[in-house]
């Protein structure tokens, strides 16, 4: 199991999008989420018992913003959030990996991975990094207002905190040609460890 990782605007997307194209599977923590709280499912009825129907838009789909209103108010109530999201979301991974072939390189798109403190979980983890600058000016061209975006990035972990953790750092701040030069190295690397007697 290999780890991807990076800041909001780094362009992990991206980057996980290549690893698809080379033969990985993909598994992606923020989609499986989403999906584990789409209408009908379990864990959105237990969420709607514990904070009440005003947390479904008119669609009958999941309003982000009104149940962070309610769950975020405290360490208790955040919890409550936890203890019904997680248990879905942990199998609905399990699920996706055990239908990965046997010999195929799996990748956990985790955008929060060391904040997460899960990072020493993989065998091998890979961080995707851009300059701040950069980053803003890509998340500003995608609608997301400068200051929000400064905000989400004063949430998540620094530069170094990701590279504490990393097997490759992945640097985001040329053109295409250059991040696919440096995902084909990392893929060859995890070719050469997938093969069998490799530890």
Do not use: C
């Amino acid at each position: 199991m290999v780890g991807l990782t990076g800041g909001i605007g780094s362009g992990k997307s991206t980057v996980a999008q290549m690893m698809v194209g080379r033969g990985a599977v993909v598994v992606d923590a923020d989609a499986i989420a989403r999906q584990v709280v789409e209408p009908g499912t379990p864990a959105l009825a237990q969420l709607v018992e514990r904070f009440g129907p005003e947390i479904l838009a008119e669609d009958g789909s999941l309003d982000r913003p009104a149940l962070a209103a309610r769950a975020f108010v405290n360490d208790e109530t955040r919890k409550e959030l936890q203890d019904i999201t997680h248990p879905a979301i942990g199998a609905e991974f399990l699920r996706q990996v055990a239908e990965a072939p046997a010999d195929g390189i799996v990748v956990h798109d985790v955008p929060l991975l060391v904040e997460s403190t899960r990072g020493y979980d993989y065998g091998a983890v890979i961080v995707v990094e851009t300059p701040k600058e950069l980053r803003l000016v890509r998340l500003e061209a995608r609608g997301i207002p400068r200051e929000d975006a400064e905000n989400r990035m004063a949430l998540q972990a620094t530069d170094e905190e990701r590279r504490a953790v990393a097997t490759w750092v992945i640097d985001n701040s040329g053109d295409l040609g250059h991040l696919e030069r440096q995902v084909d190295a990392i893929w060859h690397e995890l070719q050469e460890r997938a093969r069998p007697g490799k530890p």
